[in-house]
């Protein structure tokens, strides 16, 4: 009898734990929040320990890319618009190619966006892992010629280097980032600082270009048709005032007084741009500036322009100082194709 009961305990006990199911989502807005919130070391935080980092929001760890798939699957089962189920198929493509590679997104103070949501002892010991993590997946990135560029690798050893010199870091927990430091110094970024410098990188950019552009065409298609536009139109002043960080895009800050339009992907600050570059009234200054943009992005990520030759062809259509110039270079590799949400009002 007790023999009887214990097995159909067990029994009960295995359907339940099978039963177990990844949380569903029913709607555009809930896989939004879950995105917001797996992402949550991506986005910055003044608010100290409000949240306890959790092994799914580590960047780009297994538990990470599992959880955001799921949420991607969830929303391939929905009823979208047409611009949100561009937004996911894109974001599906995406996962195919070597981001996951580069657990560290450079964008991004991940290091210090982590010691603000948890310095306790176990947030530092969470931070150890993913800092492991770190090195152990560029090492492995390596053996399959995937290296960081030299504007990437130079954000990370900034982030490393101003916490270390900071006093928000636990002495033992120093000791780790110092290590990693000592890695990132020795370490050999790869030759060009576009995307066709990776495997297939030429492809990835691709991707990017048809997202963004809403086309389908080819990065020398895209030259002469940018060509047509740009030789219309003479040099003009550059008169934005840029961010201190690239957290954020210089696509995302140019759109920041427009309505917003909500988005899946972090790197856009949860915003739909190339919806969003539509419904914007562009000047002949707008247009002449996105118009260098796109150039220089292409010249950047397909023809492999060194920052010097990029920087060149920014000053040579745009009137802005050097610093301006570097900032706007280093945002384009940053962001790749993002320009490209303004094609369809320029052509």
């Keep these: 009898m007790y023999k009887t009961f214990f097995l159909s305990l067990l029994l009960c006990l295995l ?7 990844e949380p569903v989502y029913n709607s555009f807005e809930e896989a939004q929040s879950a995105l917001k919130d797996l992402n949550t070391s991506l986005v910055r935080t003044n608010a100290l320990n409000s949240e306890k980092v959790t092994n799914e929001q580590f960047v780009f760890s297994d538990a990470y890319l599992n959880k955001r798939h799921t949420i991607y699957q969830s929303l391939m089962d929905m009823q979208l618009k047409s611009n949100q189920i561009a937004q996911v198929n894109y974001l599906v493509i995406a996962e195919r190619f070597p981001a996951r590679y580069f657990p560290w997104p450079a964008q991004v103070n991940v290091l210090t966006n982590m010691l603000k949501q948890d310095s306790s002892d176990k947030g530092s010991d969470k931070i150890v892992t993913w800092l492991k993590l770190n090195q152990s997946t560029l090492n492995n990135a390596k053996q399959s010629n995937l290296k960081l560029n030299k504007v990437e690798l130079q954000l990370l050893q900034n982030y490393v280097l101003s916490v270390i010199d900071s006093h928000g870091a636990q002495p033992a927990l120093k000791s780790h980032i110092r290590t990693f430091s000592d890695y990132l110094a020795s370490y050999k970024p790869r030759g060009s600082v ?5 495997p297939n990188g030429t492809e990835w950019y691709q991707s990017k270009l048809n997202y963004f552009s809403g086309e389908v065409h080819s990065p020398l298609e895209w030259v002469t048709l940018v060509n047509e536009q740009i030789k219309q139109l003479s040099s003009v002043a550059f008169e934005h005032t840029l961010s201190a960080s690239h957290q954020t895009s210089f696509l995302v800050q140019y759109l920041s007084d427009e309505q917003p339009i909500e988005g899946l992907d972090w790197q856009s600050a949860y915003r739909d741009l190339p919806a969003m570059a539509r419904a ?13 943009m796109m150039e220089t992005d292409i010249g950047i990520h ?29 945002d384009i590799i940053l962001y790749p194709g993002q320009s490209f949400s303004f094609i369809q009002k320029l052509m």
Excluded: F
């Excluded at 359907?15 to 199911?21: D, E, K, W």
């Excluded at 576009?194 to 990776?198: A, I, N, V, W």
């Design 280 to 292: 914007m009234s562009m000047s002949k200054i707008d247009k002449t500036l996105m118009l260098a």
């Design 15 to 21: 359907l339940v734990a099978c039963s177990r199911q």
């Design 194 to 198: 576009g995307l066709r410098g990776l």
């Design 302 to 330: 397909y023809h492999a322009w060194t920052l010097p030759q990029a920087k060149v062809n920014l000053m040579k259509r745009l009137e802005l100082a050097q610093n301006d110039a570097q900032y706007l270079v280093e």
